[in-house]
């Protein structure tokens, strides 16, 4: 293992210092077009059938090739950007239900709506959320896949992507929430996140409380708020190099990493694939990202999930995120003594108030879980004043993506979830 980080860090110093701009920049920020988006494969014309491009289904179309009902609405948020949120509102499952109740999935960092339906019935949590007679809407951040427009910026400014997951939080969710009360005539959600999709609704339910009173109950799954705990291994390289790899990405104009692309997912294919010799460091990679977990990871599948995530995410998010972990505190962006004296009327950025949120929470996490840590998650259960359950899952090498992918989700933590749902309320 230590041998392997070492090979890690040389790596990434080469690519650093050596590697011409340009290889850098296909990977992280690649050209578009990126990829092509289709609903129905038999359906699909024989010209994309050559296609240089990725050719992936669509949200709707995963979901529909399962025989489920599928839609999309386009949300505007205050500040200009085009969301697009999908939701499963039916299910074959026919429950008799005449008003059903609302629940909200919320994709992590890098993540998108797809994120939630990738392997289908009887497996993922949105399937099995309508199955059991909810009406699953499910969100997108903006600047993922789904998200790269606005009423009046170009995705291709540098001005769209000066966002972190602040602006999600003030701007994006507000808006979604807003939207599917409207629409379904509810009063209150449930609210389904998932590591940042976790952090977002901390942070607008601490700025704007009234939001409060439209969660009827949040389940964070691998909840993402406090970094007091040192990290291990790899994600201590990472993010002991931040600073530095701000500056280049800065430096060169990317503002926009690790999108959907057809050069990821390439990549992904050929260094991850059943036959690739590189396959066991692969593997080694996901598992020193996420925790390790091999029971859970059919490997087989890895370049599948390779080409919907990663689904992008803006520099400013991560760099937001690093500024948490460098002072291990939940606060706004720092932008700097002058800048946060312009915008926030004091010389750092303010903490995000926690006192403030009254919503009820349940906080589900695992033990093998390298990025969200139990110190970290008992900190904000301590900060929390309405925690209704906590609950460390039992399963002893439950990962971060587990949450998402695991093999057995279903049976480790979705027939929980739904469990905990109907105990606490979540069919009121
Ligand atoms: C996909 O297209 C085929 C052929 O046009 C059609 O028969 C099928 O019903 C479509 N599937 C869905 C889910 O719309
Ligand atoms: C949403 O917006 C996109 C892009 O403007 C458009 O192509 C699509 O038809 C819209 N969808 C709905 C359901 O209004
Ligand atoms: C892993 O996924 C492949 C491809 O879908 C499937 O054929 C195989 O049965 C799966 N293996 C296990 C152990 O589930």
């Given at each position: 293992?230590?041998?392997?980080?070492?090979?890690?860090?040389?790596?990434?110093?080469?690519?650093?210092?050596?590697?011409?701009?340009?290889?850098?920049?296909?990977?992280?920020?690649?050209?578009?077009?990126?990829?092509?988006?289709?609903?129905?494969?038999?359906?699909?014309?024989?010209?994309?059938?050559?296609?240089?491009?990725?050719?992936?289904?669509?949200?709707?179309?995963?979901?529909?090739?399962?025989?489920?009902?599928?839609?999309?609405?386009?949300?505007?948020?205050?500040?200009?950007?085009?969301?697009?949120?999908?939701?499963i509102p039916d299910s074959p499952a026919k429950v008799e239900i005449k008003k059903k109740p609302v629940v909200f999935l919320q994709h992590g960092v890098m993540a998108s709506s797809d994120s939630w339906v990738l392997f289908g019935?009887?497996?993922?949590?949105?399937?099995?959320?309508?199955?059991?007679?909810?009406?699953?809407?499910?969100?997108?951040?903006?600047?993922?896949?789904?998200?790269?427009?606005?009423?009046?910026?170009?995705?291709?400014e540098p001005e769209f992507w000066k966002f972190s997951y602040h602006e999600m939080s003030q701007y994006d969710i507000p808006a979604m929430i807003d939207y599917i009360l409207k629409e379904t005539e509810v009063k209150s959600l449930?609210?389904?996140?998932?590591?940042?999709?976790?952090?977002?609704?901390?942070?607008?339910?601490?700025?704007?409380?009234?939001?409060?009173?439209?969660?009827?109950?949040?389940?964070?799954?691998?909840?993402?708020?406090?970094?007091?705990?040192?990290?291990?291994?790899?994600?201590?390289?990472?993010?002991?190099?931040?600073?530095?790899?701000?500056?280049?990405?800065?430096?060169?104009?990317?503002?926009?990493?690790?999108?959907?692309?057809?050069?990821?997912?390439?990549?992904?294919?050929?260094?991850?694939?059943?036959?690739?010799?590189?396959?066991?460091?692969?593997?080694?990679?996901?598992?020193?990202?996420?925790?390790?977990?091999?029971?859970?990871?059919?490997?087989?599948?890895?370049?599948?999930?390779?080409?919907?995530?990663?689904?992008?995410?803006?520099?400013?998010?991560?760099?937001?995120?690093?500024?948490?972990?460098?002072t291990g505190k939940f606060q706004q962006y720092d932008f700097g003594y002058v800048e946060n004296f312009a915008r926030y009327a004091q010389k750092s950025s303010p903490e995000y108030d926690m006192k403030r949120i009254t919503a009820?929470?349940?906080?589900?996490?695992?033990?093998?879980?390298?990025?969200?840590?139990?110190?970290?998650?008992?900190?904000?259960?301590?900060?929390?004043?309405?925690?209704?359950?906590?609950?460390?899952?039992?399963?002893?090498?439950?990962?971060?993506?587990?949450?998402?992918?695991?093999?057995?989700?279903?049976?480790?933590?979705?027939?929980?979830?739904?469990?905990?749902?109907?105990?606490?309320?979540?069919?009121?």
């Amino acid at each position: 293992m230590r041998n392997f980080i070492q090979f890690f860090l040389v790596i990434v110093m080469i690519v650093e210092h050596t590697l011409p701009f340009e290889l850098l920049k296909s990977i992280f920020c690649p050209p578009i077009p990126r990829l092509v988006r289709i609903r129905n494969v038999s359906a699909t014309p024989k010209t994309l059938k050559n296609s240089q491009l990725l050719v992936v289904l669509d949200f709707v179309g995963l979901v529909q090739r399962h025989g489920y009902s599928a839609e999309e609405h386009n949300v505007t948020t205050e500040d200009g950007y085009n969301l697009l949120i999908h939701r499963i509102p039916d299910s074959p499952a026919k429950v008799e239900i005449k008003k059903k109740p609302v629940v909200f999935l919320q994709h992590g960092v890098m993540a998108s709506s797809d994120s939630w339906v990738l392997f289908g019935p009887r497996r993922d949590l949105a399937f099995l959320l309508a199955d059991a007679g909810y009406d699953v809407w499910v969100g997108n951040i903006r600047g993922n896949t789904y998200t790269r427009s606005h009423i009046e910026l170009s995705a291709s400014e540098p001005e769209f992507w000066k966002f972190s997951y602040h602006e999600m939080s003030q701007y994006d969710i507000p808006a979604m929430i807003d939207y599917i009360l409207k629409e379904t005539e509810v009063k209150s959600l449930v609210y389904i996140g998932h590591s940042m999709g976790t952090t977002i609704i901390y942070a607008l339910l601490s700025t704007k409380p009234e939001y409060n009173d439209k969660i009827k109950l949040i389940v964070s799954l691998a909840p993402i708020v406090y970094w007091k705990q040192p990290f291990t291994n790899l994600i201590k390289i990472i993010v002991d190099n931040t600073a530095e790899f701000e500056n280049i990405f800065k430096k060169n104009g990317i503002w926009e990493i690790l999108p959907q692309s057809t050069s990821v997912a390439k990549l992904v294919k050929t260094f991850c694939e059943d036959k690739a010799i590189t396959q066991p460091a692969c593997i080694s990679l996901i598992f020193l990202l996420s925790g390790s977990d091999i029971a859970q990871l059919n490997t087989s599948l890895i370049p599948y999930v390779g080409s919907f995530f990663p689904a992008g995410v803006s520099l400013f998010t991560l760099s937001h995120y690093y500024q948490n972990i460098v002072t291990g505190k939940f606060q706004q962006y720092d932008f700097g003594y002058v800048e946060n004296f312009a915008r926030y009327a004091q010389k750092s950025s303010p903490e995000y108030d926690m006192k403030r949120i009254t919503a009820p929470s349940i906080l589900m996490y695992g033990q093998n879980d390298a990025i969200s840590l139990k110190k970290n998650i008992m900190e904000l259960e301590n900060r929390l004043s309405n925690v209704i359950v906590s609950d460390e899952l039992s399963y002893r090498w439950f990962t971060h993506l587990d949450f998402l992918w695991g093999s057995d989700s279903k049976m480790f933590l979705y027939d929980k979830i739904i469990e905990l749902l109907e105990k606490y309320g979540g069919k009121n």
